[in-house]
């Protein structure tokens, strides 16, 4: 997702890209199982808010068949723009400024995106009210708050660099109006949003590589703010940014919450 107005991470970066694909490994499994157990499948209606890259809605759209439909959505949509075709439409669309979807759907999914948004509150009606009877939502955003280090196992100098500069990227975001504790909110706000049946679980890879590529793209990518704002030097982030591409250090990611309701 992309927001001119606010969102720290700028999809237009060449950064972006990476970051999808390393979200896209790291999560999928997880978001793909959620997805099923909720019913994806022949002739569903689905809209998948904040698609960002392509592989949740070529999954859907796989899932969905002819029969079916995937909406795609996003504020910039040209990540997302591969996945178009059969039954996947991808389509420019701002959750907080610009009219819901006229259709209502049987599932609606949102992953890395509400935590991010001020008017997150709205936003969250808005999917619930484009659910249908009966229809799924499920919402997917991480806590920060939760688990706030990029190295658990902060044992040398170089993993304290790295939960420094995580700190700061922390900071960045709740400048730009990010709630970082808002993942362990799921549950109750989709309840008392009128969802049923109201779970959640939580994913949190110890480390993988794929955590490394995610944290070294966005350290790229936030370089010059991470500076500006005194969180690092120019000389630390080289050097957490070599011993990231190394393999030197076990870095996670903060918890992913994963939150779903029926509307009844």
């Given at each position: 997702m992309t927001d001119d107005r606010g969102y720290l991470l700028d999809n237009r970066r060449t950064e972006a890209g990476t970051r999808f694909e390393a979200i896209s490994e790291l999560c999928d499994p997880w978001t793909f199982r959620h997805l099923d157990e909720l019913g994806a499948g022949p002739g569903m209606r689905c809209w998948e808010v904040g698609a960002g890259g392509p592989s949740v809605p070529a999954w859907l759209g796989a899932r969905a068949g002819e029969q079916g439909r995937v909406l795609a959505t996003d504020i910039d949509v040209s990540w997302t723009r591969p996945a178009a075709g059969g039954p996947v439409e991808v389509?420019?669309?701002?959750?907080?400024?610009?009219?819901?979807?006229?259709?209502?759907?049987?599932?609606?999914?949102?992953?890395?995106?509400?935590?991010?948004?001020?008017?997150?509150?709205?936003?969250?009606?808005?999917?619930?009210?484009?659910?249908?009877?009966?229809?799924?939502?499920?919402?997917?955003?991480?806590?920060?708050?939760?688990?706030?280090?990029?190295?658990?196992d902060e044992r040398g100098p170089e993993e304290r660099l790295a939960n420094k500069v995580r700190n700061g990227f922390r900071e960045l975001l709740a400048g730009r109006g990010a709630d970082l504790a808002y993942g362990r909110t799921l549950p109750r706000l989709l309840r008392e949003a009128g969802l049923a049946d109201v779970r959640a679980?939580?994913?949190?890879?110890?480390?993988?590589?794929?955590?490394?590529?995610?944290?070294?793209?966005?350290?790229?990518?936030?370089?010059?703010?991470?500076?500006?704002?005194?969180?690092?030097?120019?000389?630390?982030?080289?050097?957490?940014?070599?011993?990231?591409?190394?393999?030197?250090?076990?870095?996670?990611?903060?918890?992913?919450?994963?939150?779903?309701?029926?509307?009844?």
């Open positions: 389509r420019r669309h701002d959750l907080v400024e610009d009219a819901p979807p006229a259709e209502t759907f049987d599932l609606v999914h949102a992953r890395l995106v509400l935590v991010h948004l001020a008017e997150r509150e709205r936003a969250l009606r808005t999917l619930v009210d484009a659910l249908r009877p009966g229809g799924a939502l499920l919402i997917e955003d991480a806590d920060p708050a939760l688990q706030p280090l990029a190295c658990p679980d939580a994913f949190f890879p110890v480390t993988s590589p794929a955590c490394g590529v995610l944290e070294a793209a966005t350290i790229r990518q936030l370089r010059d703010q991470l500076i500006a704002a005194g969180h690092a030097t120019g000389e630390e982030v080289d050097r957490l940014l070599d011993a990231v591409d190394a393999g030197r250090l076990d870095i996670t990611i903060a918890p992913l919450i994963s939150a779903w309701g029926r509307k009844p």
